[in-house]
């Protein structure tokens, strides 16, 4: 009795299910991640070989632009819900005598990036949402002896915050004595430990010194 041959057929992949699965992954991925914000300054940092991160929370983060200027950043801590942020600025408006609106503390916390304003002029800096005001209000936070503002930010960060790092990003060009002032104010502070902000320098490797 013959076999009975069943008909072949060539296989056929259905990309359907792939597909939608993709643009699901994307559409979540959209919805759920944030743009990076510029900095207020154009900062290129120095090479080096380490490849220790840099904290995700628990962070000030010093931004010492080339000419000089002082910008500084820190985050609400491992849990949002904590407003660090708002309770540092509240700390520094009881110093300096200034009352900020429920308002203003919601845009400060939401502010991604470094700032650098004078205390004097940060209500005027969080009350406009023009960008070309708030850069010439961004002259950098002082820190000369009659009004070093820096060491405040600094010490009531650390109050509200005591597990907060120091975090240092300087540019190639900026001057020794800018960088020494501020690791000075983080020294009269106990500040004895921080990180240096670097691009990933590739290392170099001579097959010829391997070999020996």
């Known amino acids: 009795m013959p076999k009975i041959k069943l008909p072949t057929k060539s296989p056929r992949i259905d990309m359907t299910p792939m597909v939608d699965t993709f643009c699901v992954i994307l559409i979540f991925l959209m919805l759920t991640a944030t743009m990076s914000s510029p900095e207020p300054a154009p900062v290129s940092t120095p ?10 929370f628990n962070a000030m983060t010093f931004l010492l632009s080339a000419d000089g200027k002082v910008f500084m950043n820190f985050d609400n801590g491992p849990d949002t819900l904590l407003k660090f942020r708002p309770k540092v600025l509240a700390e520094m408006g009881k110093r300096y005598g200034i009352e900020f609106t429920d308002a203003e503390y919601r845009e400060f916390e939401k502010y991604p990036s470094s700032m650098g304003v004078p205390i004097a002029q940060m209500k005027a800096f969080l009350s406009t949402q023009d960008g070309a005001a708030r850069k010439e209000l961004q002259v950098g936070i002082p820190m ?4 070093n503002q820096l060491a405040m930010w600094i010490q009531y960060a650390r109050t509200v915050n005591p597990n907060i790092q120091a975090v240092i990003r300087g540019d190639t060009q900026t001057e020794f004595p800018v960088v020494k002032r501020v690791l000075d ?9 921080f990180s240096l902000i670097t691009s990933l320098e ?5 097959l010829e010194e391997i070999q020996q």
């Open 202 to 206: 590739a290392a170099k490797i001579n």
């Open 144 to 147: 000369d002896s009659t009004d």
């Open 185 to 193: 104010i983080l020294q009269d502070l106990n500040v004895k430990r």
């Open 47 to 56: 090479y080096s070989i380490s490849e220790k991160p840099t904290p995700d």
